[in-house]
């Protein structure tokens, strides 16, 4: 099957510490995306990439740092300098060929405790 | 900066009502206007619209687009309990990124 997957679904962590939120996604497609997700609010981006070994800042990157050493694999790490970091994380992937519909992971909830 | 403004935030309508959603956007170089429903977890796609005035459908759900007037709205009619959820609508850009700048939903609330 198809799809995109976000491991794992719910994050503890205590504050300080650096956490990994882990996205895959088996569609081939190139562009992949992180969103964060607040109460009330939109989904809000906070990296993206659209090729391998490529990724650029979204609205909100300031605490967070990516990577995409495969194609396949986007993770998001939310570093100890993200003042508020508990949300619900959505990774996305698009094809992008024509028009840039996103697909989604079911997201991770971090709660920082 | 692009914007996206959803209305109503929420709503709370009985079954068998219809119901509007309205999305409105302000953005440079628009290219498409998605449509995603949101139950629990990930985002599900509805509708991508690029031209004005052409209708898409899927069931009981319509949607359109002005872009002259810089909005979409989106029809739900006879509402089911499993319609409840929020609705994100979202514009993307022309150009390199072409991200996707979202609005912040209308949650949906559909009572038996």
């Known amino acids: 099957d198809g799809g995109i997957t976000q491991s794992p679904k719910y994050l503890f962590r205590k504050e300080g510490q650096n956490v990994t939120l882990s996205c895959e996604q088996n569609?081939?497609?190139?562009?992949m995306y992180w969103y964060r997700q607040d109460p009330g609010q939109g989904l809000r981006l906070i990296y993206y990439s659209q090729i391998v070994n490529d990724f650029q800042k979204g609205d909100i990157a300031e605490g967070y740092s990516v990577s995409r050493e495969k194609k396949e694999s986007f993770p998001l790490t939310v570093t100890s300098a993200q003042k508020n970091p508990t949300a619900f994380y959505l990774c996305?992937?698009?094809?992008?060929?024509?028009?840039?519909?996103?697909?989604f992971g079911p997201g991770t909830r971090l709660t920082v405790l | 900066e692009d914007k996206v403004v959803q209305s109503p935030l929420s709503l709370v309508v009985h079954e068998g009502d219809t119901v509007t959603l309205n999305c409105s956007y302000e953005?440079?170089?628009?290219?498409?206007l998605l449509w995603y429903k949101q139950e629990k977890k990930a985002p599900t796609f509805l509708f991508m619209l690029?031209?004005?005035?052409i209708e898409k459908k899927s069931g009981r759900l319509s949607s359109i687009l002005d872009k002259k007037e810089l909005f979409s709205i989106l029809n739900i009619t006879a509402t089911q309990t499993g319609d409840s959820a929020i609705y994100l609508c979202?514009?993307?850009?022309?150009?390199?990124?072409?991200?996707?700048?979202f609005g912040s939903g209308t949650q949906l609330t559909v009572l038996p």
């Open positions: 690029t031209s004005s005035g």
């Open positions: 569609l081939n497609h190139d562009a």
């Open positions: 979202a514009v993307e850009a022309e150009g390199s990124a072409r991200q996707l700048t």
């Open positions: 996305a992937s698009s094809d992008r060929a024509f028009y840039n519909e996103q697909f």
């Open positions: 953005v440079t170089n628009f290219r498409s």
